[in-house]
């Protein structure tokens, strides 16, 4: 029996300093910095003001004090403080001390040693990872302060939660003129820093002494001059908040136990039930009402999924813990774990070492196991969601803590039902606020789009190989709509093949929809993370359908889009949903345009177009009068569009455990986040390009995105009244087929001009009644478009994004082997830097520095190499391209698509092969002609045509490739030769 302890042992004290109140929501200190000029003589005035400030901490740069000489900083710390110190290498002058509460956890951190600057690490105990960085730079040439201080702020952001830099930086940062200046500040914003200190804090009026934060909140900032028998700096306090650790509470959740034996299960279910369905169809063939049989058997079939589900995985009410057991605690780390309290409780019981040294052992095997499952667990999530970018990003954002999904910033006082009304509301106010009359196609007022003269009048049936080729490349999305999970069903295909086939082809050989698949749930969603959740404008709906009925407007979508391909029936300049086009080519065009224009000396005004809700506002009648006349769809095909848009029914559940809305019909619109959605909003906007190259604009289009733009010189003006006359027949037109532009949102770029000429375009707009918003900046298909073309400010705001997914890959990376390790950085990091990187080629290293700098940081996480080891063998060994060969690559793959028939037609009529005038040996070589430039400098970088040169300077025998990815793996070869020389 164990024996009882005194009560006086048992009632240990508990330790209560670090258990904040229920009500509190972030720790609080208040702060000082200053840059004290030798603390020696001026211990007590540093006494003085942190007792007036009521500081809790004090930072001190230039404290002029040796390592030794430590009793100035004793006399400085008032009672109840403690303070470090860090004194300079080598010289006189500099030094940094740290004073600060004992209240107050801090240690010190050693993150390398700096040449350039001086640098004190501190990390304050509290919920959060939060550290502080003391930094005092004299001042010198500031090339390798950027690079070592680069190098600091990566490093900081992916590894720490909060941070916290200041110090006396000796950088004018209020001079905007100031180069020094100016790379600093777009150092910091690439890397998601900001700088907090709005004034002089020197007595010659320069800020120098700066606070920049990392996800760490700044309030009270003062900025108090002093005597300058303290210091001819100024003193800043401020208070420092860090935010708390939240708790999550205790939640009941309905959900279906799946495990690994739940397929085969269900697969042996449905095999006794596939007999019913083949004898179900042939019972509903040999009616009359075929409609009704279609619906009758598409019922059957989601109630026959749903009972097999209810067999082998009937709900059942879950109750989630706040404290509960990991995800990838399984059996064994279960039994391990018992056995390792069985060891410890015989130990403690008997007090034998033979049981200490098992438990010991025990506990070691325990620790293995769950790391080892940790790791799988891990691999397994990356594994699964490898090619579904955004469930992967979901996965990691829930397994760091982060805040990843828009819905559950949905405010509990919304409700469902005012989601369905107000979406409802809203379409029904645009198309009154319309002022032009109904759109009657009988009238003389006809879109200017010639009649197609060739039909599409049936379908052709599908065979069952076709059905589950389809279904094998489509995502397992699944919808709250369809019976089962959509994995279950794609593991059952060698039993549902037969009756999806039969639904999908009853559907095409009749026209009809049936009624079951025309019903979508809407999940609102936020249009951007930073907006107002509380508001209902700032939602827009998405559309999600039973998989059923993805797999038949799949079907459908390819039959018409052969039919439009092989008529060449599609919007020459609209990239939306094609193959072969995508918004990267539809910007290269662009780009290439504009940086032309300006070779030439022109101006280009870029005007965004932004429809209100265009999706959503479609006038059923134009649409189908468009697919019968402009598209030459009759008969069988005219009938089941005709059935797809009609009859459509919807709901709005916000989140899976909320209450559903009623059903609502759908009268206008296609439904966004459907297959054919896109696709007959392209074909509803055919006449468009007509009407804008009756003006000489040129234009661009995806989707519902839509970018006008023209070039002039200063001194002309009837290139603008084309434009404005083309924007006005646009809107009129817009108003007849029940479209919304929306002046509010539509913004107007300028590339090149000056003040006068900005001036002269608006107030023609004004004169025309057209309202326009003037910007300097502004994102175009994803890209960040400013007024010199350099694309800074896009790079500021990929650098941000970047360094967040950094920082939660490097969490996990310890977890993680080598391989899934890069999976996650091309998921999240990659793929952001490519994207549209072919506008970049061209561009300057010092514009690329922040993205090199990122995939420098990734290549370190991924080898898990130190900070100070040589980059350029870190990316060799992952046979990693640098960020300028990488877009280089992309123009060139672009180049070989665009020659072999592979891109789009916009693209293949920019290259002009090389013909010399005489017989040379050249001629057959496959190279492109180089036009003739200027050479005046755009957007930072000298515009020389930078396709044709790249191409012709590549080896024949990689221009020569049989294959797209026989010229990718070559091109790889050659550049990789080239970035790393032996």
């Known amino acids: 029996m164990r024996p009882q302890l005194p009560l006086e042992v048992n009632l240990l004290q508990i330790k209560t300093k670090n258990i904040s109140p229920i009500q509190k929501e972030a720790y609080s200190f208040k702060c000082c910095l200053l840059n004290i000029r030798s603390l020696g003589t001026k211990a007590v005035l540093v006494n003085d003001i942190i007792l007036s400030t009521n500081s809790d901490l004090c930072l001190l740069t230039e404290t002029w004090l040796s390592k030794c000489d430590t009793v100035p900083l004793a006399e400085a710390s008032p009672d109840g403080y403690s303070f470090l110190h860090k004194s300079r290498d080598s010289g006189r ?293 490898n090619k579904n970018p955004r469930a992967l990003f979901r996965t990691v954002a829930k397994l760091t803590n982060g805040n990843s999904d828009q819905q559950c910033k949905i405010p509990t006082d919304i409700s469902s039902t005012d989601f369905i009304n107000f979406f409802n509301e809203k379409i029904k106010n645009i198309r009154s606020q319309i002022s032009a009359s109904q759109y009657k196609p009988n009238t003389s007022l006809a879109d200017p789009v010639s009649h197609c003269t060739q039909h599409f009048s049936n379908f052709n049936p599908v065979t069952e190989q076709e059905v589950l080729s389809l279904i094998s490349k489509m995502k397992p999305t699944t919808c709250s709509l369809d019976p089962v999970p959509t994995k279950l069903v794609k593991s059952a295909m060698d039993v549902l093949a037969a009756p999806i086939l039969n639904i999908i082809n009853s559907s095409l050989l009749h026209g009809t929809v049936p009624d079951a698949l025309k019903v979508s749930v809407i999940k609102p969603l936020l249009k951007k993370s930073d907006l107002d959740p509380h508001i209902l404008n700032n939602y827009r709906p998405i559309s999600n359908l039973p998989f059923l009925s993805k797999i038949l407007e799949k079907v459908v979508a390819s039959q018409l889009q052969t039919h439009l391909m092989h008529y060449n029936l599609f919007e020459k300049f609209q990239s939306g949903f094609r193959t072969g086009h995508s918004t990267e080519t539809a910007l290269t065009r662009v780009v290439n345009d504009i940086l032309i224009s300006s070779d030439e000396g022109n101006s280009t005004v870029i005007m965004l177009l932004d429809l209100s809700a265009a999706f959503d506002t479609i006038d059923h009648s134009i649409l189908l009068h468009r697919l019968e006349n402009d598209v030459g769809l009759t008969g069988t095909v005219l009938a089941w569009f005709s059935s797809y848009l009609s009859n459509r029914f919807q709901y709005v559940q916000k989140c899976a455990d909320s209450t559903p809305s009623l059903y609502t019909e759908v009268q206008y619109g296609v439904p966004q986040g459907s297959v054919l959605g896109p696709l007959l909003f392209s074909l509803y906007m055919l006449p468009l390009g007509s009407i804008i190259r009756k003006h000489n604009v040129n234009f661009h289009s995806y989707a519902d995105d839509t970018q006008l733009y023209l070039s002039f010189k200063s001194n002309e003006v009837s290139p603008m009244w084309s434009l404005i006359s083309c924007v006005s027949e646009l809107k009129e037109w817009m108003n007849k087929n029940y479209l919304s532009l929306n002046t509010d949102k539509t913004e107007m770029l300028i590339v090149g001009g000056n003040d006068a000429d900005h001036n002269n375009i608006l107030s023609s707009f004004n004169s025309m009644g057209i309202p326009v918003n003037f910007t300097e900046s ?42 899934d390790s890069e999976k996650l950085i091309h998921a999240f990091i990659s793929s952001r830097i490519d994207y549209c990187n072919a506008v970049f080629t061209g561009c300057s290293n010092c514009s690329l520095y922040s993205l090199q700098l990122i995939q420098n940081a990734a290549a370190r996480i991924i080898t898990r190499s130190r900070k100070y080891e040589h980059i350029t063998p870190v990316l060799k060994s992952l046979h990693w391209l640098p960020v300028k060969f990488r877009a280089d690559f992309k123009i060139l793959l672009l180049t070989y698509k665009s020659l072999n028939g592979r891109g789009p037609a916009y693209l293949s009529e920019l290259i002009m092969t090389y013909k010399p005038e005489r017989t040379l040996r050249s001629q057959d070589a496959g190279l492109l002609m180089i036009p003739r430039i200027n050479k005046i400098t755009v957007g930072g970088r000298t515009f020389s045509y930078r396709a044709p040169k790249l191409w012709n300077g590549l080896p024949a025998t990689i221009r020569d490739a049989p294959s797209v990815s026989a010229f990718k793996s070559r091109l790889k070869t050659h550049y990789f030769s080239l970035a790393y020389p032996d």
């Not at 879950?318 to 060891?343: D, G, M, Q, Y």
């Open 93 to 385: 002058g500099g030094g940094l001390g740290i004073i600060h509460c004992n209240k107050m956890q801090i240690t010190s951190k050693n993150l390398g040693n700096f040449t350039s600057f001086e640098a004190f690490i501190l990390n304050i105990k509290t919920d959060s990872n939060t550290i502080i960085v003391l930094v005092y730079r004299p001042p010198g040439p500031y090339s390798l302060f950027m690079s070592e201080f680069s190098n600091l702020l990566s490093d900081l952001a992916i590894n720490y939660d909060h941070v916290v830099l200041m110090g006396d930086f000796n950088v004018h940062i209020d001079v905007e003129t100031d180069t020094f200046s100016k790379c600093f500040t777009y150092l910091l914003n690439s890397v998601g820093f900001c700088q907090n200190v709005r004034g002089p804090t020197h007595n010659h009026n320069h800020t120098l002494d700066l606070i920049i934060t990392y996800k760490v909140e700044i309030q009270n900032l003062i900025i108090t001059p002093l005597n300058e028998v303290i210091s001819d700096h100024y003193l800043i306090t401020f208070d420092l908040v860090l935010p708390l650790r939240t708790h999550s509470q205790i939640k009941t959740k309905t959900v279906r136990h799946l495990d690994c034996n739940s397929a085969s299960k269900f697969i042996d279910t449905l095999s006794k039930s596939s007999v019913i369905v083949d004898n179900h169809l042939d019972q509903l063939t040999s009616n009359v009402n075929t409609e009704n049989n279609l619906d009758e058997l598409t019922s059957h079939y989601n109630v026959t999924l749903r009972d097999a589900l209810d067999t082998v995985a009937p709900l059942k009410t879950k109750v989630i813990k706040a404290h509960r057991n990991s995800p990838w605690f399984n059996e064994n780390t279960r039994a391990l774990k018992l056995e390792c309290r069985k060891l410890e409780r015989r130990w403690r019981t008997t007090k034998l070492q033979v049981f200490q040294i098992a438990w010991t052992e025990s506990v070691n095997k325990y620790k293995k196991a769950l790391f080892k499952a940790r790791s799988e667990y891990y691999s397994t999530l990356i594994d699964s969601n």
């Open 778 to 819: 502004a994102r175009n298909l994803g890209v960040i478009f400013d007024s010199s073309m350099s694309f800074k400010a896009h790079i500021t705001k990929l650098s941000k994004t970047c360094f967040f997914h950094l920082k939660n890959v490097r969490k996990l990376r310890r977890f993680l082997n080598k391989q």
